[in-house]
């Protein structure tokens, strides 16, 4: 099992940033890819971007293209996201996630662990 919990959201205002992090525990994650997703009130819940567990193989959703990084420390089961740029409509609940596959994947089906989410708000 891995456990997996987010910090670092907020209210930022439009064109601001944040920074994102999720703590692994349990196991491990430096063989799994790590993913960033969100959902927003209504919404299906929409990828973002995905890392895999060497780091060389990154994905990225269209949304978000050019803004936002995902990255990841293995040696501090630590899995980051950097959101600059931010815009209104990224506001969302932002949720991290492991997927045993290892070399990254873009749907909800590719994770087997998914933490409790983080609230991201941006103000117009």
């Known amino acids: 099992q891995v456990q997996l919990v987010e910090s670092g959201g907020g209210l930022v205002q439009a064109g601001g940033s944040l920074r994102l992090s999720c703590a692994a525990s349990?196991?491990?994650?430096?063989?799994?890819?790590m993913g960033w997703f969100r959902q927003a009130p209504g919404k299906e819940r929409e990828f973002v971007r995905s890392?895999?567990?060497?780091?060389?193989?990154?994905y990225y959703g269209d949304s978000v293209k050019g803004r936002f990084t995902i990255s990841r420390d293995n040696a501090k089961n630590m899995v980051y996201l950097q959101m600059n740029s931010l815009k209104p409509e990224d506001t969302a609940v932002y949720y991290c996630?492991?997927?045993?596959?290892?070399?990254?994947?873009?749907?909800?089906?590719?994770?087997?662990?998914w933490g409790q989410g983080t609230q991201v708000t941006v103000s117009a």
């Open positions: 890392i895999s567990w060497s780091g060389r193989l990154l």
């Open positions: 349990g196991r491990t994650i430096n063989s799994y890819t």
């Open positions: 996630a492991a997927g045993s596959g290892g070399y990254g994947g873009s749907r909800i089906s590719d994770y087997d662990y």
